[in-house]
C-alpha cells in the first residue's frame, strides 16, 4: 500500500484512514472474527516448560509481582525472572521436587528455560508498562486474577476496543500507587455506598489530582 503515498514524508494517519475504509467492506464478515475468542486470545493457557504457579508463589508465600517481574515500573516490557531468581530460594527449598527438574537444568547447563509467551499486542501496536503501573492503573485490570491462577491464561481481549474503553473511562480503574501489585484491593465504601460507586469516587479524584489523560482520539498514542 506504501507506494500510492508520496514517499519519504509521513503519512500513517492517512494510511490508517484510508485502511479503514478499504477494511470497511470487509468489516461485516471480518466482525465475527474479530469478537470470537480466538482471535482476541481470551482463555489463551500454554503449556509451560515448568509447572509455575503464581497461586503458590503470591497467595500462599506472599511474594510481591516486582520480586520476579522487576522491570514492570521502569521499562515498557515486564520481564519474566531468570533461572536465577528461581534458585534463590529453590536451592534449599523443594530440591528434590521432580517438578522443579527442569529448573535446576537449566541452572547446571545455563540454557534459560523457554517459557511460552502468553500476552502480545500486534507489532503495530505501541504499549508501555511503566506509563500505566506508575499512573495508578493495577495488573489486575489488565491481566486479571493471576494471584489465584495455578496457571497463568489470558483474561482480557487487549483488543483496540478494550484499550478504549479504559481510556475513556480511567476513574473505573485508578486507585493508589502502593496498591498496584495487592490484586485483592478495593476501594473503602461509605455506609449504604457500592464498591463500583466508591471506585469511581475515588477514581474520579485521582484522576484530576493526577492530571490523567490517556490517549483516545490520537491514533499517533498507540500506532507510533
Ligand atoms: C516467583 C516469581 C513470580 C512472581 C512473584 C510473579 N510472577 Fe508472574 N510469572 C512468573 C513466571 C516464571 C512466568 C512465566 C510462566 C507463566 O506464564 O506462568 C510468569 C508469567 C506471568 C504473566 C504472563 C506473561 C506472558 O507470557 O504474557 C503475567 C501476566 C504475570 N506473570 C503476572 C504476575 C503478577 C500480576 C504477579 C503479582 C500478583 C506475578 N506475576 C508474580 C514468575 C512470577
Ligand atoms: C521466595 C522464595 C521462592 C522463589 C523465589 C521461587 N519459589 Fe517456587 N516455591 C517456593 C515455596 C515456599 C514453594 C513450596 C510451597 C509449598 O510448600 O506448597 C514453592 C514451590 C514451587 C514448585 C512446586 C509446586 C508444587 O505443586 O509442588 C514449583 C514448580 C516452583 N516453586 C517453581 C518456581 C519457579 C519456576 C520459580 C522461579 C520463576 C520459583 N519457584 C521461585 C518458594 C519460592
Ligand atoms: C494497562 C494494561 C496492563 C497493565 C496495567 C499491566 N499489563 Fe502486563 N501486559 C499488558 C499487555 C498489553 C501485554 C503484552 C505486551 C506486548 O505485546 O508487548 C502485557 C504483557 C505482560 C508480560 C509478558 C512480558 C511482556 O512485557 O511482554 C508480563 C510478565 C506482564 N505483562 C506482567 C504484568 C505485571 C506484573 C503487571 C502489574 C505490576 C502488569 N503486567 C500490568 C497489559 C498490562
Ligand atoms: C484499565 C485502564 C487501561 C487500559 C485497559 C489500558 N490503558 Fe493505556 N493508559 C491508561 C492510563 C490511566 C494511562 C495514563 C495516562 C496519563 O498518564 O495521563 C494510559 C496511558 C497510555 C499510553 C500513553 C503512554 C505514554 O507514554 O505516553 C499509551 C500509549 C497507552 N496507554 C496504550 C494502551 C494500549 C495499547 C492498551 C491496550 C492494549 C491500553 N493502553 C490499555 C489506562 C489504561
Ligand atoms: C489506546 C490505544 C489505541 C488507540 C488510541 C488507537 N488504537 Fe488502533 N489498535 C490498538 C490495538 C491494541 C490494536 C490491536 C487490536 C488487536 O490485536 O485486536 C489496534 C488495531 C488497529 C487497526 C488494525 C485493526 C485490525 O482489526 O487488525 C487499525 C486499522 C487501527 N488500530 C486504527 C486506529 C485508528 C484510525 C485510530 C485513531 C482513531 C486508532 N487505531 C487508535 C490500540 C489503539
Redesign the pocket.
Known amino acids: 500500500m506504501a507506494n500510492i503515498f508520496p514517499r519519504g514524508s509521513n503519512f500513517l494517519p492517512l494510511k490508517i484512514a484510508f485502511c479503514l475504509l478499504v477494511l470497511g467492506g470487509a468489516t461485516s464478515t471480518g466482525l465475527w472474527y474479530y469478537f470470537t475468542n480466538k482471535y482476541t486470545n481470551v482463555g489463551y493457557q500454554p503449556t509451560q516448560p515448568v509447572p509455575f504457579s503464581h497461586e503458590i508463589h503470591v497467595k500462599q508465600v506472599g511474594m510481591d509481582c516486582r520480586y520476579c517481574h522487576s522491570f514492570v515500573e521502569v521499562a515498557a516490557h515486564s520481564n519474566i525472572p531468570t533461572t536465577q531468581v528461581c534458585m534463590n530460594c529453590h536451592q534449599q527449598i523443594q530440591k528434590d521436587n521432580p517438578k522443579l527438574q527442569a529448573v535446576r537444568d537449566s541452572w547446571t547447563t545455563g540454557q534459560p528455560i523457554q517459557w511460552v509467551q502468553i500476552h502480545k ?1 500486534p507489532d503495530y ?4 508498562h511503566s ?2 503501573v506508575n ?3 493495577s495488573c489486575v ?2 491481566h486479571g486474577k493471576v494471584n489465584e491462577m495455578a496457571e497463568v491464561y489470558h483474561a ?1 481481549p ?1 483488543s ?1 476496543s ?2 478504549l ?3 475513556r473511562n ?1 476513574e ?3 486507585r493508589p500507587l502502593n496498591q498496584i501489585t495487592n490484586l485483592d484491593w478495593e476501594p473503602k465504601t461509605k455506609e449504604g455506598q457500592s464498591v463500583a460507586d466508591a471506585q469511581r469516587e475515588l477514581g474520579s479524584k485521582l484522576k484530576a489530582d ?6 483516545d482520539k490520537n491514533c499517533f ?2 500506532h507510533r
Not at 210 to 215: E, K, L
Open positions: 499486542t501496536v505501541y504499549f508501555n506509563a500505566h499512573r495508578g492503573v485490570s489488565c482480557k487487549l483496540m478494550w484499550c474503553d479504559c481510556h480511567p473505573e480503574a485508578l493526577w492530571a490523567i489523560n490517556p490517549p498514542g498507540c
